[in-house]
Nanobody
Framework: QVQLVESGGGLVQTGGSLRLSCAASGFIFSLNAMGWYRRVPGKQREWVAA???????MYADSVKGRFTISRDNAKNSVYLQMNSLKPEDTAVYYC???????????????WGRGTQVTVSS
């Protein structure tokens, strides 16, 4: 079955950086689009970034210019490099996958369990 395991979360100061990783298994990684969402308790989930099978990327306006999504098909992994972090970036970050980029950006079928990112002010 599809498994997505996130890692790399933690506590960082405002202006700092973190790199999230997601190890994928149970499907043909190179054939699926990948993405990241985040959720703050009590708020709706927010789509963050997505990457197509061919490497095209999309970002939410709130993270554009600060976050970079990438993938390594040889390692069945997707990454989220987060720079210039702000307290409002604090959330649980989830790795997601589906077959199409547009579907990933609207709400993918498969989700990991998440990793906590906390940005202190």
């Amino acid at each position: 079955q599809v498994q997505l395991v996130e890692s790399g979360g933690g506590l960082v100061q405002t202006g700092g950086s973190l790199r999230l990783s997601c190890a994928a298994s149970g499907f043909i990684f190179s054939l699926n689009a990948m993405g990241w969402y985040r959720r703050v308790p009590g708020k709706q989930r927010e789509w963050v970034a997505a990457i197509s099978t061919g490497g095209s990327t999309m970002y939410a306006d709130s993270v554009k210019g600060r976050f970079t999504i990438s993938r390594d098909n040889a390692k069945n992994s997707v990454y989220l490099q987060m720079n210039s972090l702000k307290p409002e970036d604090t959330a649980v970050y989830y790795c997601v996958t589906d077959q199409e980029l547009a579907v990933v950006a609207r709400g993918a079928r498969y989700w990991g369990r998440g990793t906590q990112v906390t940005v202190s002010s």
